[in-house]
T-cell receptor, first 116, second 111 residues
Framework: GAVVSQHPSWVICKSGTSVKIECRSLDFQATTMFWYRQFPKQSLMLMATSNEGSKATYEQGVEKDKFLINHASLTLSTLTVTSAHPEDSSFYIC????????????FGEGSWLTVV | DQQVKQNSPSLSVQEGRISILNCDYTNSMFDYFLWYKKYPAEGPTFLISISSIKDKNEDGRFTVFLNKSAKHLSLHIVPSQPGDSAVYFC??????????FGTGTRLKVLA
């Protein structure tokens, strides 16, 4: 399967600061990338869908000014959590759809964010 | 409004037996369904998928069945192995490449 890499795997930041999470497709071009958030023992909650070169589409209830998504190239999307608060602590996972190759999406390893 | 539901939060199966994980959905516009396996603190790993125009897809020990009239799909794992112990998520795709995930079922395969 296609390889999607996320970085960092773990990050701790202070309240009020911003933190950036990168999602890279390593061996394919990804026209569409997705950002999910997972709370303990819950499902994956879609936050936003990003297409290369255009603005991300955010799901209802997700603050676009707080969760900045940039998809500058076909292999990289970034999620920046701005002015982080402890309630933003969560497991963030990105996924990507292979350009021109079907409907399967492949996930990164996920990033644990802890805001203290 | 949970469009994709996995009503069994957990399932225990003896090694070598069949594991059946179920998933129900409400949106008839879903056209593609996927199953993922997830370990704690890791991203989901793709297992198998099925298009809405099919009713069965098989890949090794994994078979997915789709019953469109009942809006139900299931994942069969046979024979089950201890390494299959994980959380399994079903997902459904709408035409706009929006993927909705179920709440997951924790499978425990007993040796």
């Amino acid at each position: 399967g296609a390889v999607v890499s996320q970085h960092p795997s773990w990050v701790i930041c202070k309240s009020g600061t911003s933190v950036k999470i990168e999602c890279r497709s390593l061996d394919f071009q990804a026209t569409t990338m997705f950002w999910y958030r997972q709370f303990p023992k819950q499902s994956l909650m879609l936050m936003a869908t990003s297409n290369e070169g255009s603005k991300a589409t955010y799901e209802q209830g997700v603050e676009k000014d707080k969760f900045l998504i940039n998809h500058a190239s076909l292999t990289l999307s970034t999620l920046t959590v701005t002015s982080a608060h402890p309630e933003d602590s969560s497991f963030y996972i990105c996924s990507a759809r292979v350009l021109g190759a079907g409907n399967t999406i492949y996930f990164g390893e996920g990033s644990w964010l802890t805001v203290v | 409004d949970q469009q994709v539901k996995q009503n069994s939060p957990s399932l225990s199966v003896q090694e070598g037996r069949i594991s059946i994980l179920n998933c129900d959905y409400t949106n008839s516009m879903f056209d593609y369904f996927l199953w993922y396996k997830k370990y704690p603190a890791e991203g989901p790993t793709f297992l198998i998928s099925i298009s809405s125009i099919k009713d069965k897809n098989e890949d090794g020990r994994f078979t997915v069945f789709l019953n469109k009239s009942a809006k139900h799909l299931s994942l069969h794992i046979v024979p089950s192995q201890p390494g299959d112990s994980a959380v399994y998520f079903c997902a459904a795709k709408s035409g706009t490449y929006k993927y909705i995930f179920g709440t997951g079922t924790r499978l425990k395969v007993l040796a």
